[in-house]
Protein backbone atom coordinates (compact mmCIF):
# COMPACT_ATOMS: atom_id res chain seq x y z
CA UNK A 1 0.00 0.00 0.00
CA UNK A 2 0.99 3.60 -1.48
CA UNK A 3 2.22 6.02 1.55
CA UNK A 4 0.01 8.93 0.87
CA UNK A 5 -2.60 7.93 -1.50
CA UNK A 6 -0.68 9.05 -4.03
CA UNK A 7 -1.92 7.97 -7.80
CA UNK A 8 0.19 8.00 -11.34
CA UNK A 9 -0.37 10.99 -13.61
CA UNK A 10 -1.72 11.02 -16.66
CA UNK A 11 -1.08 12.96 -19.69
CA UNK A 12 -3.56 14.35 -21.17
CA UNK A 13 -3.93 17.00 -24.12
CA UNK A 14 -5.91 20.67 -23.29
CA UNK A 15 -6.32 22.19 -26.29
CA UNK A 16 -5.75 25.70 -25.04
CA UNK A 17 -2.24 24.81 -24.78
CA UNK A 18 -1.81 25.65 -28.55
CA UNK A 19 -3.61 28.83 -28.21
CA UNK A 20 -0.32 30.21 -26.52
CA UNK A 21 2.55 31.29 -29.42
CA UNK A 22 6.09 29.59 -28.53
CA UNK A 23 7.41 33.30 -28.25
CA UNK A 24 4.65 34.09 -25.27
CA UNK A 25 5.12 31.01 -23.75
CA UNK A 26 8.92 31.67 -23.23
CA UNK A 27 8.33 35.69 -22.18
CA UNK A 28 5.57 34.01 -19.60
CA UNK A 29 8.01 31.52 -18.75
CA UNK A 30 10.88 33.97 -17.23
CA UNK A 31 8.08 36.08 -16.10
CA UNK A 32 6.82 33.34 -13.61
CA UNK A 33 10.31 32.35 -12.52
CA UNK A 34 11.06 35.65 -11.98
CA UNK A 35 7.69 36.19 -10.14
CA UNK A 36 7.57 32.35 -8.36
CA UNK A 37 10.96 32.10 -7.38
CA UNK A 38 13.03 35.57 -7.80
CA UNK A 39 9.95 37.26 -5.50
CA UNK A 40 9.44 34.01 -3.61
CA UNK A 41 5.89 33.93 -3.88
CA UNK A 42 5.88 30.10 -3.43
CA UNK A 43 6.24 30.95 0.04
CA UNK A 44 2.89 32.73 0.06
CA UNK A 45 0.16 30.51 0.89
CA UNK A 46 -2.32 32.65 -0.32
CA UNK A 47 -0.72 33.37 -4.11
CA UNK A 48 -2.73 31.16 -6.33
CA UNK A 49 -2.38 30.49 -10.11
CA UNK A 50 -5.32 33.69 -10.28
CA UNK A 51 -2.59 36.04 -8.08
CA UNK A 52 -0.05 34.81 -10.86
CA UNK A 53 -2.09 35.55 -14.36
CA UNK A 54 -3.69 39.11 -12.35
CA UNK A 55 0.54 39.99 -11.63
CA UNK A 56 1.20 38.98 -15.43
CA UNK A 57 -1.72 40.78 -17.20
CA UNK A 58 -3.02 37.84 -18.61
CA UNK A 59 -5.54 34.76 -17.63
CA UNK A 60 -5.29 31.44 -15.39
CA UNK A 61 -5.41 29.41 -19.13
CA UNK A 62 -2.17 30.61 -19.74
CA UNK A 63 -0.73 30.60 -17.17
CA UNK A 64 -1.96 26.76 -16.64
CA UNK A 65 -0.76 26.05 -20.66
CA UNK A 66 3.04 27.85 -20.15
CA UNK A 67 3.20 25.93 -16.34
CA UNK A 68 2.04 22.81 -18.27
CA UNK A 69 4.52 22.74 -21.60
CA UNK A 70 7.14 24.20 -20.18
CA UNK A 71 7.56 22.80 -16.82
CA UNK A 72 5.75 19.86 -17.31
CA UNK A 73 3.99 19.57 -14.30
CA UNK A 74 0.53 22.04 -13.01
CA UNK A 75 0.83 24.93 -10.63
CA UNK A 76 0.75 23.48 -7.43
CA UNK A 77 3.37 20.99 -8.54
CA UNK A 78 4.89 23.71 -10.06
CA UNK A 79 5.12 25.76 -6.76
CA UNK A 80 5.60 22.70 -4.12
CA UNK A 81 8.80 22.10 -5.91
CA UNK A 82 10.60 25.25 -5.16
CA UNK A 83 8.52 24.78 -1.33
CA UNK A 84 9.83 21.32 -1.13
CA UNK A 85 13.25 22.55 -2.39
CA UNK A 86 13.91 25.26 0.41
CA UNK A 87 12.54 22.59 2.61
CA UNK A 88 15.10 20.66 1.78
CA UNK A 89 17.93 22.80 2.77
CA UNK A 90 15.86 24.29 6.05
CA UNK A 91 16.14 20.17 7.40
CA UNK A 92 19.79 19.75 7.10
CA UNK A 93 20.73 23.39 8.46
CA UNK A 94 22.24 23.51 12.09
CA UNK A 95 20.48 26.74 12.45
CA UNK A 96 16.87 25.45 11.69
CA UNK A 97 17.50 21.80 13.78
CA UNK A 98 15.20 22.44 16.91
CA UNK A 99 12.09 23.52 14.17
CA UNK A 100 9.20 21.53 14.33
CA UNK A 101 7.75 19.77 10.93
CA UNK A 102 4.87 22.08 11.15
CA UNK A 103 7.18 25.13 11.61
CA UNK A 104 9.38 24.66 8.06
CA UNK A 105 5.34 23.37 6.49
CA UNK A 106 4.66 26.79 7.48
CA UNK A 107 7.85 28.85 6.67
CA UNK A 108 7.97 27.37 2.92
CA UNK A 109 4.46 28.36 2.38
CA UNK A 110 2.52 25.29 2.97
CA UNK A 111 -1.26 25.54 4.78
CA UNK A 112 -1.01 22.50 6.90
CA UNK A 113 1.31 19.78 7.56
CA UNK A 114 -0.21 17.14 5.84
CA UNK A 115 0.12 18.76 2.05
CA UNK A 116 3.83 19.45 2.93
CA UNK A 117 4.03 16.10 3.83
CA UNK A 118 2.41 14.28 0.97
CA UNK A 119 4.28 16.47 -1.43
CA UNK A 120 7.54 16.45 0.33
CA UNK A 121 7.10 12.59 -0.33
CA UNK A 122 5.72 12.58 -3.82
CA UNK A 123 8.97 14.72 -4.70
CA UNK A 124 11.42 12.65 -2.35
CA UNK A 125 10.25 9.44 -1.74
CA UNK A 126 10.75 10.14 1.89
CA UNK A 127 9.18 11.70 4.36
CA UNK A 128 10.51 15.15 5.55
CA UNK A 129 11.25 13.86 9.11
CA UNK A 130 13.42 10.37 7.37
CA UNK A 131 15.14 13.23 5.17
CA UNK A 132 16.42 14.90 7.94
CA UNK A 133 17.42 11.95 9.90
CA UNK A 134 18.93 10.38 6.79
CA UNK A 135 21.14 13.35 6.09
CA UNK A 136 22.28 14.24 9.38
CA UNK A 137 23.30 10.50 10.07
CA UNK A 138 25.42 10.87 6.71
CA UNK A 139 26.96 14.51 8.20
CA UNK A 140 27.32 14.05 11.59
CA UNK A 141 29.33 17.06 11.47
CA UNK A 142 26.54 19.06 10.56
CA UNK A 143 24.41 17.99 13.78
CA UNK A 144 23.74 20.81 16.46
CA UNK A 145 26.02 19.70 19.39
CA UNK A 146 24.46 20.57 22.74
CA UNK A 147 26.56 22.94 24.89
CA UNK A 148 26.73 23.22 28.27
CA UNK A 149 27.22 26.63 29.78
CA UNK A 150 30.60 27.62 31.13
CA UNK A 151 31.03 27.96 34.42
CA UNK A 152 32.28 30.97 35.92
CA UNK A 153 34.42 30.77 38.82
CA UNK A 154 34.69 34.16 41.09
Known sequence: MAKYNIT?????EAVYRSLVS????????EKILNIIVM????KDKNYSAKHLAEDLCTNTRYVSAVV???FHMNYTSFVNKFRIEEAMTILV???YQHLKMEQVSDMVGFSNRQSFYASFY????????EYRIKHLSQNPHK???KTTKPTTKE
Not at 8 to 12: D, T
Not at 22 to 29: A, I, R, S, T, V
Not at 39 to 42: A, G, I, L, Q, V
Not at 122 to 129: H, I
Request: net charge positive; aromatic share 2%; glycine share 0%.
Open 8 to 12: EKKEK
Open 22 to 29: PKLMDEMK
Open 39 to 42: NKKY
Open 68 to 70: NVK
Open 93 to 95: DRR
Open 122 to 129: KLMNMTPR
Open 143 to 145: AVK
